[in-house]
């Protein structure tokens, strides 16, 4: 499975921003569909999961801002993100997983300014 996130950028303090993940390769039995994020300095954090069946959780610090959604028939993944504030500046990566291996796409940058 290879996956490629983009849709990241500069942005000023509430703005909006949606980031793409598309998969390629074999994805059958992908289950499980997360967004991570990882801030310089600090460690990774999960920001949203989506199940197959499109059970959604999100951590408590992008709840009611963030949204994560999957287009089965384009085999992408979405993230939107508004209210955008300078603490989501990070890397954003998207991961799959099936049967408890995880797969990674390279990350893209959320840049956002004051």
């Known amino acids: 499975v290879q996956l490629q996130a983009s849709g990241g950028g500069l942005v000023q303090a509430g703005g909006s921003l949606r980031l793409s993940c598309v998969a390629s390769?074999?994805?059958?039995?992908?289950?499980?569909w997360r967004w991570y994020r990882q801030a310089p300095g600090k460690q990774r954090e999960l920001v949203a999961t989506?199940?197959?069946?499109?059970?959604?959780n999100y951590a408590d610090s992008v709840k009611g801002r963030f949204t994560i959604s999957r287009d089965n028939a384009k085999n992408t993944l979405y993230l939107q993100m508004n209210s955008l504030q300078p603490e989501d500046t990070a890397v954003y990566h998207c991961?799959?997983?099936?049967?408890?291996?995880?797969?990674w796409g390279q990350g893209t940058l959320v840049t956002v300014s004051s």
């Open positions: 390769g074999s994805i059958f039995g992908i289950n499980v």
């Open positions: 991961n799959a997983v099936r049967n408890l291996f995880g797969y």
């Open positions: 989506i199940t197959s069946g499109s059970n959604t």
